[in-house]
């Protein structure tokens, strides 16, 4: 059973930067493909950010340029860097690998 688990959410101004985490015990990150999906209230889960094995990244285009997804083997560690966040960044970041997905961690960017 792997099961993420997602930490680094808060609350935090327009403008400002968080830098999420993923971790997963039961297999190695950094030898699959991880991705990072939100959902704001009301709403579906959106695609955010995804890595493979190579570290090839691909994001969405809402988040490009602002959110960067990266990864830690020592650690087994996925992060995801976003810088410039908006009010409509605002949701529940989950962690997602092999259809797995954590409990999720709360960002919140007010205007």
């Known amino acids: 059973q792997v099961q993420p688990v997602e930490s680094g959410g808060g609350l935090v101004q327009a403008g400002g930067s968080l830098r999420l985490s993923c971790t997963a015990s039961?297999?190695?990150?950094?030898?699959?493909?991880v991705d990072w999906y939100r959902q704001a209230p009301g709403t579906q889960r959106e695609f955010v950010a995804t890595?493979?094995?190579?570290?090839?990244?691909n994001y969405a285009d809402s988040v490009k340029g602002r959110f960067t997804i990266s990864r830690d083997t020592a650690k087994n560690t996925v992060f995801l860097q976003m810088n410039n966040l908006k009010p409509e960044d605002t949701g529940v970041y989950y962690c997602s690998v092999w259809n797995a997905w954590g409990q999720g961690t709360q960002v919140t960017v007010s205007a």
């Open positions: 890595i493979n094995g190579r570290g090839i990244a």
């Open positions: 039961g297999i190695i990150l950094g030898l699959n493909i």
